[in-house]
T-cell receptor, first 112, second 113 residues
Framework: SQQGEEDPQALSIQEGENATMNCSYKTSINNLQWYRQNSGRGLVHLILIRSNEREKHSGRLRVTLDTSKKSSSLLITASRAADTASYFCATDSKTGANNLFFGTGTRLTVIP | KAGVTQTPRYLIKTRGQQVTLSCSPISGHRSVSWYQQTPGQGLQFLFEYFSETQRNKGNFPGRFSGRQFSNSRSEMNVSTLELGDSALYLC????????????FGPGTRLLVL
């Protein structure tokens, strides 16, 4: 079973607007990552936030992490049509194994 | 630096056949993980290899197997294919077993008829 659940499942916005996606997970983590996937292709790593961090920025991306609520959010500011993709959160395993548990994903559509 | 490469990119097989997928990690990366992505189950972890040893395995039947070579290249094999094995198979590499960020290849799309 997957570690994370994402909300909403789908999101449609106008170009220039901000997009916010949320992720909830079930167990304690070391890190949480966000990935983007275009049309069933490979995943592109966006950002990693550690469990002792609360917020992280990368360009137009802002990620927050609340370990007490076991949740994270990804904010994309000033969205572009090229941001249209599926976004996944992924958490690691406390066992030390190098595998990730992925959320269900949010399908973002940015309308030009 | 070249990214993770996977071959073939597309594959069509029939039930009962077997298939071998290949993954070449980023140069210098020693950990290779495999994931299966389907519309119904999403992204699920298959197994992870480091220094030619399987370190971790997901909840998949024994028909799914893999291996890693001394140059870190990895293969996964699925025997006795079932319709439900139709999926996008993704390979990811990372520097070491404690490296968190995994870099994904473009995937192999397998269709089982």
């Amino acid at each position: 079973s997957q570690q994370g659940e994402e909300d909403p499942q789908a999101l449609s916005i106008q170009e220039g607007e901000n997009a916010t996606m949320n992720c909830s997970y079930k167990t304690s983590i070391n890190n949480l990552q966000w990935y983007r996937q275009n049309s069933g292709r490979g995943l592109v790593h966006l950002i990693l936030i550690r469990s002792n961090e609360r917020e992280k920025h990368s360009g137009r991306l802002r990620v927050t992490l609340d370990t007490s609520k076991k949740s994270s959010s990804l904010l994309i500011t000033a969205s572009r049509a090229a941001d249209t993709a599926s976004y996944f959160c992924a958490t690691d395993s406390k066992t030390g194994a190098n595998n990730l548990f992925f959320g269900t994903g949010t399908r973002l559509t940015v309308i030009p | 630096k070249a990214g993770v490469t996977q071959t073939p990119r597309y594959l069509i097989k029939t039930r009962g056949q077997q298939v071998t997928l290949s993954c070449s990690p980023i140069s210098g990366h020693r950990s290779v993980s495999w994931y299966q992505q389907t519309p119904g189950q999403g992204l699920q972890f298959l197994f992870e290899y480091f220094s030619e040893t399987q370190r971790n395995k997901g909840n998949f039947p024994g028909r799914f197997s893999g291996r890693q070579f001394s140059n870190s290249r990895s293969e996964m094999n699925v025997s006795t294919l079932e319709l439900g094995d139709s999926a996008l198979y993704l390979c990811a590499s990372s520097l070491s077993v404690v490296q968190e960020t995994q870099y994904f290849g473009p995937g192999t799309r397998l269709l089982v008829l």
